[in-house]
């Protein structure tokens, strides 16, 4: 079982920046890596994804604004967010993801990004 730490939430004024990270306990070189976002009352939505190849995909309006990138020397994946709005406040969660057999998802416990307005 693979256990996934995330940071780097806090409390943030609208335009401000944050960038969150999240640490496997396991390698990641295999896997899709990616960052979801819950806001309140709404489901969980997918915010970037980056494959192990390294191929990226964001969610509609946030390429703009938001970078994911990776390092699978330190099993870590990253989200650097821009430009932030009060509609970007939510619980954050690290995900991985391989489709290869054996099949895995794992999830991060999710950190909290509160932006003011």
């Not at 306990?25 to 976002?37: D, Q």
């Not at 494959?51 to 699978?72: C, K, L, P, Q, V």
């Not at 709005?85 to 509160?114: E, H, L, S």
């Amino acid at each position: 079982q693979v256990q996934l730490v995330g940071s780097g939430g806090g409390l943030v004024e609208a335009g401000g920046s944050l960038r969150l990270s999240c640490v496997a306990s396991g390698s990641t070189s295999s896997f899709r890596m990616g960052w979801y976002r819950q806001a309140p009352g709404k489901q969980r939505e997918m915010v970037a994804t980056i494959t192990s190849g390294g191929t990226i995909n964001y969610a509609d309006s946030m390429e703009d604004r938001f970078t994911i990138s990776r390092d699978n020397r330190k099993n870590t994946v990253y989200l650097q967010m821009n430009s932030l709005k009060a509609d970007d406040t939510g619980i954050y969660y690290c995900n991985m993801f391989r489709a290869m057999t054996p099949r895995a998802t794992y999830w991060g416990q999710g950190t909290q990004v509160t932006v003011s307005s």
